[in-house]
């Protein structure tokens, strides 16, 4: 397990070093040249769940658990028209041009600790943009429609189905 978290390290390391294209949305309708879009729900301090979802344009859908660790990988399909239709809600809440970091950020003037991140990165055109949404951001009214983004993006996947909390196991 430590090794894992060594080498979780090291991929977010390089990755960081990369540089990137400019986050502004492509040319065109971002939903008619979207690839993917990634879901990554973090840890808390208490027992909520943590994992990767990944919706490719195709309609592929694949589910990977971080937490708990021993939860088995998911896999299955979206309509073509349903991740367009995410993408399209993504250009309309204005995500291109949100912070890539809420905490920090005019978005989050009143945060607590201990509470998970949900990372929505949407790639498009050879650009892709990374926005972390702390949930211990609370009562702003402008993260309505990010949060709301999310919890579309679980609901379209069915992500619901593969998700194993340890205090229910």
């Known amino acids: ?69 021993d939860t088995p990988p998911g896999s299955g399909t979206v309509a073509v028209r349903d991740f367009d239709a995410l993408v399209d809600e993504a250009g309309r809440i204005g995500f291109w041009s949100l912070p890539d970091e809420i905490q920090g950020s005019s978005l989050c003037p009143n945060a607590s600790t201990d509470s998970p991140s949900t990372i929505v990165t949407l790639h498009a055109a ?27 993006i679980d609901s379209v996947a069915g992500s619901r189905r593969w998700i194993v909390t340890p205090n229910t196991r």
Not at 39 to 60: D, I, K, N, S
């Open 126 to 152: 050879g650009r892709f943009k990374r926005v972390n949404d702390y949930h211990g951001c609370r009562e702003e009214p402008r993260l309505t429609g990010l949060r709301v983004l999310e919890a579309r």
């Open 1 to 69: 397990m430590r090794k894992l978290g060594i080498l979780a390290a090291m991929g977010m390391a390089a990755a960081a070093a990369c540089t990137r294209p400019a986050a502004v949305p492509p040319a065109g309708g971002a939903s008619a040249r979207a690839d993917s879009i990634v879901l990554e729900r973090t840890r808390c301090y208490g027992f909520c769940p943590a994992y990767r979802l990944v919706l490719a344009r195709t309609g592929e859908v694949r589910f990977t658990s971080i937490w708990p660790a």
